[in-house]
């Protein structure tokens, strides 16, 4: 499992640019379920996904797929963590994405 910390390193305009295109690829990755959660951070600045996939190779591989990656929008840091403890219906959500 493994986070995704989007920190914005550009202007609120080219964020809005750019906007719709990061919307669609988070949107195919829920189609995939390899995204699990996701939203902006509070303050705004940056964001966070939660991805669900087996290698960190799998998690860079999606990451290098985020127009704000490519455009340099956000800086990304990848954070690998193995849940240990989570909500009854978390670990069923969890068990069937292993398989």
Not at 31 to 46: D, H, I, M, Q, W
Not at 65 to 70: A, G, I, L, S
């Given at each position: ?28 990755h ?12 509070v ?32 800086e ?24």
């Amino acid at each position: 499992m493994f986070i995704f910390k989007l920190k914005h390193v550009k202007s609120p305009e080219e964020i809005q640019k750019f906007l719709p295109l990061h919307f669609r690829y988070l949107d195919a990755h829920y189609e995939t379920r390899e995204f699990l959660c996701s939203g902006r951070t509070v303050p705004p600045g940056g964001g966070i996904i939660l991805c669900s996939v087996p290698t960190r190779e799998a998690a860079e591989a999606l990451m290098v797929q985020d127009p704000f990656y490519t455009e340099g929008i956000s800086e990304y840091e990848i954070i690998e963590f193995e849940a240990t403890k989570a909500l009854e219906d978390f670990r069923t959500l969890l068990q069937q994405e292993a398989k």
